[in-house]
């Protein structure tokens, strides 16, 4: 039985990538910070009984060196990260410290216990930022726009140089926007979905956006775990750029998910305030290597996968919906 460690469990990809796990027959080992704290993921998965939890502080390498250890690991998956670009300009010190040195942390205390260990790195698009040329590949110049972008392109660099210089199994994943029911509310696709669906019983709600005139790649965070996997199987490791490789207008996310429940776009207000302090125009990426060096299989387009969120928060949506209303998907 290969045993795998997840950071970041609580998140939905750390939810998804334990079920493919343990579909695949490893023990599934989830880092966390609170062994009290729900893991509602999980338990919605069904798979909380499934999972070892384990306390680990990822600020200390003994922490790390003690877990390694005790677990014997073929495999880690590094997800835990402080993930929203928004809060990053609030907290710039504490996103680009955490995001950097947990990882590092990770590297050396592999490096010292056993290099045969092979280590997932979740990255994102944002570590590209202002590109001057779509698709983006991982070989693409990088030019972050926030704090938490810089600090994920210092992981990725970090990660690039214990895999040359200590022939580290270590490989970085460059995941685009991805979505499921299992998103934490404050994401935007989320936040959308669920504040429509309360608007349909609610005729006085209005929901305040910042800029939709910027486009995105976007994807489905089930498929996108299927790729960390993938990663980690092959014999030589490779960073790789995961994603649909189209871009939607923001704009259009929003209009679908109110049409689709027959909400007024004119409900919709947008708020300056809400606007980011650099944002990025337009991005998506070439996944032609994850499809033709993995064999990973894509083929959604975003206005399939907001269909199934739709329907997937209707069924477990606490708001009432009007039968009469309810979409045909």
């Keep these: 039985m290969k045993v795998a460690i997840i950071t970041g469990i609580s998140g939905q990809d750390g939810a998804y990538l334990a079920q493919l796990l343990l579909s695949k027959g490893y023990k599934v080992i989830g880092v966390v910070r609170d062994l009290n704290r729900k893991l509602t993921g999980l338990e ?7 999972v070892t939890l384990e306390l680990c502080d990822l600020w200390e390498q003994a922490s ?15 997800l835990a990260a402080q993930s929203s670009v928004g809060l990053s300009f609030e907290y710039p010190i504490e996103t680009i410290k955490f995001n950097f040195v947990s990882v590092l942390n990770f590297l050396e205390a592999i490096r010292l216990y056993d290099n045969k260990i092979r280590f997932y790195q979740a990255s994102s698009s944002e570590m590209y930022g202002s590109v001057a040329k ?11 726009l926030s704090p938490y972008a810089i600090s994920k392109a210092s992981a990725f660099w970090m990660i690039v140089n ?8 270590c490989c970085t994943g460059v995941l685009f926007n991805h979505e499921s029911y299992l998103r934490s509310s404050n ?17 006085d709600m209005v929901l305040r956006l910042g800029n939709l ?3 995105r790649d976007f994807g489905y965070s089930p498929k996108y775990v299927e790729a960390m996997w993938m990663m980690l199987q092959k014999s030589v490791a490779k960073d790789y750029i995961i994603c649909s490789g189209t871009s939607v207008l923001l704009a259009d996310v929003v209009r679908h998910v109110f049409n689709n429940l027959g909400v ?21 990426g070439d996944n ?5 060096d993995l064999g990973w299989d894509y083929n959604l387009n975003f206005y399939q996968v907001l269909d199934m969120l739709i329907e997937e928060e209707l069924r477990n949506s606490v708001v009432r919906y009007p039968l009469s209303k309810l979409p045909v998907l």
């Design 44 to 50: 919605y998965l069904g798979i909380h009984n499934d």
């Design 64 to 78: 790390i060196l003690r877990l390694l250890a005790k677990h014997r690991p073929d495999e880690i998956y590094n």
């Design 134 to 144: 779509l698709p983006v590949a991982v070989n693409s110049p990088m030019h972050p």
């Design 162 to 169: 214990y895999r040359e210089a200590y022939k580290l199994q």
């Design 187 to 203: 994401f935007f696709v989320k936040k959308v979905i669920v504040e429509a669906i309360k608007m349909t019983t609610d005729p």
């Design 213 to 215: 005139n910027v486009k």
């Design 264 to 284: 007024d776009t004119s409900r919709i207000v947008i708020d300056e305030d809400l606007n980011r302090l650099t944002d990025i125009e337009d991005i998506y």
């Design 288 to 292: 032609s290597e994850a499809t033709n």
